[in-house]
């Protein structure tokens, strides 16, 4: 389960500098705050699932689903970038091993 939970924090380490950086380069584009709001709250998430806060799991789990539901309901996919999808996919990888680690958790 240690393995689960750092593959889970460098993903949202990962994705939490793709989104600031994504979003310095370019600071005209509408989505800038929220990304960079965003960006902040996945490398506070990445960090809280290494040093094992309390609820890091949690919020593994449920932060990133929000992005998850927006682009499935408010995107057209026709119009997402490469970098999009893969921090889409990033988000579902982190939710399935927050689950993991909730559901063995719970057996314990």
């Known amino acids: 389960m240690?393995?689960?939970?750092?593959?889970a924090a460098c993903l949202?380490?990962?994705s939490g500098i793709a989104h600031l950086i994504l979003a310095i380069k370019d600071p005209s584009d509408q989505y800038f705050v929220p990304s960079i709001v965003g960006g902040i709250i996945y490398l506070a998430i990445g960090a809280f699932?290494?040093?094992k806060?309390?609820?890091?799991?949690?919020?593994?789990l449920i932060i990133p689903i929000i992005p998850l539901v927006l682009s499935i309901f408010m995107a057209d996919?026709?119009?997402l970038d490469a970098w999009s999808i893969a921090l889409l996919a990033i988000d579902l990888a982190v939710?399935?091993?927050?689950?993991?680690l909730l559901l063995n958790?719970?057996?314990?």
């Open 95 to 100: 939710v399935i091993c927050c689950l993991i």
């Open 105 to 108: 958790k719970n057996k314990s």
């Open 12 to 14: 949202m380490l990962f």
């Open 77 to 79: 996919f026709k119009t």
């Open 53 to 60: 806060k309390k609820y890091a799991i949690w919020m593994g």
């Open 49 to 51: 699932l290494i040093l």
């Open 2 to 7: 240690k393995t689960i939970r750092y593959l």
